[in-house]
């Protein structure tokens, strides 16, 4: 299976990563998509990917440092974006829970990565939090302009954003935030889901799924989010992971299959 979502770079792994990309292996994971999150951390990342045949990277700047940010233009990362390793462009997006960064600061940026995604043609990986109508106007506005492709992941909002992603040919991406007790209205989503367009991620060290919820969580751990989807729509296990492989490369292109993260585990 594939984790559509991981943070492998900086402290959290520092000291172990071998070892957590052996115990992914152990899980079934195939491959893995690591995610950029700054824009200095893009080298980081991208070592990363080409250290390991099983992982890709992405390039982009999450909206909490939107604010570090405010002069990334969509040439930038294209330019970053060249290297082969790289699949997708993000994690970018709009966050208005945290309001790390001011809305004049974010939106912006996240139009730079759209041109980005536009332009060359790789996904946008989106990341949207207490923003649904804001991000839904910027989407049908923007697909307008020009079409482009894109991922909503991690999904915590409302199902009206979802179902205006997918009516754009969007796919929504689950992680362990849908076996949460108090998570219904992400499970509906869930459910409302085609199967051709739902991903599955750990977006990992953060979000750990029940039954490890409260752990580091690490690539492995998306074996349990399969579990629950599966089980939650009535599906095998098998049935649900050859899908969202599936979905992923069709989604994003430039990827391509490898044996196992075995490799990527032995170096």
């Known amino acids: 299976m594939i984790d559509s979502h991981v943070n492998l770079h900086g402290d959290s792994y520092a000291d172990d990563l071998d070892a957590v ?7 079934g994971v195939s491959g893995m ?22 992982i890709w990277a992405s390039v982009g700047a999450h909206p909490h ?43 912006p940026v996240f ?6 995604a536009r332009q ?10 207490n923003c649904d109508v804001v991000m839904e106007q910027i989407l049908q506005e923007q697909q307008k302009i020009g079409r482009f492709s894109f991922v909503l992941h991690c999904y915590t909002s409302g199902l009206e954003l979802a179902k205006t992603g997918l009516s754009l040919g969007g796919y929504v991406s ?25 991903l599955i991620e750990t977006d990992c060290p953060y979000l750990a799924p029940v039954p490890l ?38 989604l994003f292109t430039r990827a391509k299959r490898v044996e196992t993260v075995a490799e990527t585990a032995r170096g």
């Open 21 to 27: 990309l052996e115990r992914a292996r152990g899980a």
């Open 33 to 54: 998509l690591a995610i950029c999150d700054k824009w200095d951390s893009r080298e980081a990342v991208l070592d990363i990917a080409r250290a390991h045949p099983a």
């Open 65 to 107: 440092y939107a604010k570090d940010h405010r002069f990334l233009t969509a040439d930038d990362l294209i330019g970053a974006a060249a290297d082969d390793k790289i699949i997708g462009i993000g994690e970018a997006g709009i966050d208005f829970h945290y309001n790390y960064s001011p809305a004049e600061d974010q939106i």
């Open 111 to 116: 139009l730079a990565h759209v041109e980005a």
């Open 120 to 129: 060359t043609g790789l996904p946008l990986i989106i990341h949207a939090r």
């Open 174 to 198: 689950f992680s362990g935030i849908v076996s949460f007790k108090a998570a219904e209205a992400v499970r509906t989503v869930c459910l409302e889901t085609p199967l051709d367009r739902l």
């Open 213 to 250: 919820r409260g752990r580091r969580n690490e690539p492995a751990f998306v074996a349990h989010v399969a579990a629950f989807i599966a089980q939650l729509r009535g599906l095998s296990v098998e049935a649900l992971t050859a899908q969202t492989d599936e979905n992923f490369f069709r």
